[in-house]
């Protein structure tokens, strides 16, 4: 089976950093990834891990360990607009391959 | 490119009728998903297709759910009959073929209301 782990809420300022953790455990891993999603609207692809190590993308960041189980995603220079729940996301082996298991979303909110 | 395209986006029914949702994914995309989401129980996948096939249906919650893809540009996930503790926003994905980074791409959901 599979098991997601991200914190419920969180806050963080405008202009700040903040870094939203995921844990995981599986029993075949094949990707990870993080998705945004604004209230009221469909989730949005952020980035994507399959080797250990840091993806950068602008703002956003995400680092993966597969040796931990482990994730997180880092957002820098925070602004209103980052305010949203996000989702880590990830996807087993085989016949499974095309199947992503999402977490229960981190809603984070972004105060002036 | 439209996106994937869900309708309606709205939908208020009531106990007892048959509902029918309905999806056109990315042209090209082979891969389609079925999610519902609540506050309690978050995204849960119901059940996806590869190349118009259903390869795992494991999250489909009963029989009073069903879901067909009769070709690759279009699928409908069916209720019934429906009832109040289905209400939830039902939404829609597609991906391209398996060896990419299989990005699942959503469509803007439909919020169901059952009363």
């Known amino acids: 089976g599979q098991n997601i782990d991200q914190p419920t809420e969180m806050t963080a300022t405008e202009g700040a950093i903040v870094q939203i953790n995921c844990t995981y455990q599986?029993?075949?891993?094949?990707?990870l990834f993080w998705y945004q999603q604004h209230a009221g609207e469909a989730p949005t692809f952020l980035s994507y891990?399959?080797?250990?190590g840091l993806e950068e993308k602008g703002r956003f960041s995400s680092f993966l360990s597969r040796s931990k189980g482990y994730s997180y995603l880092l957002l820098k220079e925070l602004q209103m607009k980052d305010s949203a729940s996000y989702l880590c996301a990830v996807r087993g082996l085989g016949s499974s391959a095309s199947k992503i298991i999402f977490g229960s979303g981190t809603r984070l909110s972004i105060r002036p | 490119d439209a996106g994937v395209i869900q309708s309606p986006r709205h939908e208020v029914t009531e106990m007892g009728q048959e509902v029918t949702l309905r999806c056109k994914p990315i042209s090209g995309h082979n891969s389609l998903f079925w999610y519902r989401q609540t506050m309690m129980r978050g995204l849960e996948l119901l059940i996806y297709f590869n190349n118009n096939v259903p390869i795992d249906d494991s999250g489909m919650p009963e029989d009073r759910f069903s879901a067909k893809m009769p070709n690759a540009s279009f699928s409908t996930l069916k209720i019934q009959p429906s009832e109040p503790r289905d209400s939830a926003v039902y939404f829609c994905a597609s991906s391209p073929s398996a060896g990419s980074k299989n990005i699942q791409y959503f469509g803007a959901g439909t919020r169901l209301s059952v009363l």
């Open positions: 891990n399959v080797l250990d």
């Open positions: 599986t029993s075949g891993f094949n990707g």
